[in-house]
């Protein structure tokens, strides 16, 4: 089974502010990295997939790079609504294993 | 638009069953592979059990295997997952999801989720 270590746990920033948020996984996903973002009761929302491709819909200060085993998720200029959990997924094989999340807050 | 719909959830005693439902709309059923991903209260999420487009392939996490089992049932548009011989560990929100191309694996579009809670 593939591990993901999200880092940090907690990001406490401003809005205006950069975000830069850490997935580490324990084997090469070669590209095969998902970066979900979920608010307060809602359902998670995809944000970037194949480690650097924007959903359809995504803000473009949201990005995504990396490769192998080391990915980060950006946010250029956070926004109220970005102060959320953001959770990587890889589906390199299975199991789909999920990081345990970083929270954005203010 | 792409709609997914769960139900089913509710308390149950542990080592009972229950069966959980998700009704989709909005797109072809019969092209996607479809997953179920769960959230335990305040934790992160994981992923549960996918099954393929046709059926005839299914996944499940270690710790459910031989207890939960996903299913399909294309002329109802329906996604199901029946778990048996259910413990605490199994209290969650569970959230059926989609794929966003065919055989992408990742979660574009999700359910709003249902609350299945083991708990005597």
């Known amino acids: 089974e593939i591990v993901l270590t999200q880092s940090p746990a907690t990001l406490s920033l401003s809005p205006g502010e950069r975000a830069t948020l850490s997935c580490r996984a324990s084997?090469?996903?070669?590209?095969?990295l998902v970066w979900y973002q979920q608010r307060p009761g809602q359902a998670p929302r995809l944000l970037i997939y194949?480690?650097?491709n924007r959903a359809t819909g995504v803000p473009a200060r949201f990005s995504g790079s990396g490769s192998g085993t080391d990915f980060t998720l950006t946010i250029s200029s956070l926004e109220p609504e970005d102060f959320a959990v953001y959770y990587c997924?890889?589906?390199?094989?299975?199991?789909?294993?999920f990081g345990g999340g970083t929270k954005v807050e203010i | 638009q792409v709609q997914l719909v769960e139900s089913g959830g509710g308390v149950v005693q542990p080592g009972r069953s229950l069966r959980l439902s998700c009704a989709v709309s909005?797109?072809?059923?019969?092209?996607?592979?479809f997953h179920w991903v769960r959230q335990a209260p305040g934790k992160g999420l994981e992923w549960v059990a996918a099954?393929?487009?046709?059926?005839?392939?299914?996944y499940y996490l270690d710790s459910v295997k031989g207890r939960f089992i996903i299913s399909r049932d294309d002329s109802k548009n329906t996604l199901y997952l029946q778990m048996n011989s259910l413990g605490a560990e199994d209290t969650a929100v569970y959230y059926c999801?989609?794929?966003?191309?065919?055989?992408?694996?990742?979660?574009?579009?999700w359910g709003q989720g249902t609350l299945v809670t083991v708990s005597s």
């Open positions: 999801a989609r794929d966003i191309n065919v055989g992408s694996l990742d979660f574009g579009y």
């Open positions: 909005g797109f072809t059923f019969r092209n996607y592979g």
């Open positions: 099954i393929w487009s046709d059926g005839s392939v299914e």
């Open positions: 084997q090469s996903v070669n590209s095969y």
């Open positions: 194949d480690a650097s």
């Open positions: 997924q890889h589906r390199s094989n299975w199991p789909l294993t």
